[in-house]
């Protein structure tokens, strides 16, 4: 299963399955801080989350039936928790490598696919079929570009 990543040059994140909008981000800055709202494919508000000058990213509020937390990050690893039981953690190396780990199993691996005048495409390549899985880690993936490529 792939999901793609798509980075708009009005500064949203589009991530499609199967040609299908999975879920979106727009993208803010503002007095030294970015604030990002992601939305489902229905344009309901999922999440809203926020940067500040150090780049650390918190949660604000979501409307998700499991919730996400977020933990600090380590160097290139975000870490997340689902509903205060699931593990995801997130190896990113500026966007050329990058990998995602649901409770320490190896789920997807990340792929810089082109960048082409403001747009850059990836690929989340996931050796699951579990919609869930898929859905959640897709959906942490996104909060991890809050910073990235923001025109």
Do not use: H
């Not at 939305?39 to 990213?57: A, G, V, W």
């Not at 990050?73 to 205060?84: E, S, T």
């Not at 995801?88 to 005048?117: A, C, E, M, P, R």
């Amino acid at each position: 299963m792939i999901v793609y990543v798509q980075f708009e040059t009005d500064n949203s994140i589009y991530f499609y399955k199967e040609k299908e909008v999975l879920f979106y981000m727009k993208r803010v800055a503002s007095f030294g801080k970015i604030i990002g709202e992601i939305y489902s494919k229905e344009d309901k508000r999922l999440i809203r989350i926020d940067t500040s000058q150090s780049k650390k990213i918190s949660i604000l509020d979501q409307e998700l039936p499991f919730q996400i937390e977020k933990r600090d990050n380590f160097l290139l690893k975000d870490v997340f928790i689902i509903n205060n039981k699931e593990t995801i953690d997130i190896f990113n190396f500026l966007l050329v490598f990058g990998k995602i780990y649901w409770n320490d199993k190896l789920i997807s691996t990340v792929k810089y696919k082109s960048f082409f005048k403001y747009k850059i495409n990836l690929e989340l390549n996931y050796n699951t079929t579990q919609e869930f899985i898929i859905y959640y880690s897709s959906l942490t993936y996104c909060i991890t570009l809050l910073n990235v490529n923001l025109y």
